[in-house]
């Protein structure tokens, strides 16, 4: 049917479309919601937790 040199080529040529294929459709695909920040630009407003200083990591103590 096809010659031996000619069936690589069309399996390229094949992939290369489903690829086109398969990155136009997650191109179009949407994306995660972004949450703009709010006008009073309370998340910088607001007071941080303390830190506590004696924990330390892995042991789980609660704060103080």
Not at 8 to 17: Q, T
Not at 35 to 61: I, W, Y
């Amino acid at each position: 049917m096809f010659e031996r040199p000619l069936l690589p080529i069309l399996g390229a040529i094949i992939i290369v479309i489903c690829g086109l294929g398969l990155g136009y459709y997650i191109a179009g695909a949407p994306s995660a919601p972004s949450n703009p920040p709010d006008s009073q630009g309370s998340e910088t407003s607001l007071p941080a937790r303390q830190s506590d200083q004696n924990a330390l990591p892995g042991l789980q103590q609660p704060n103080r």
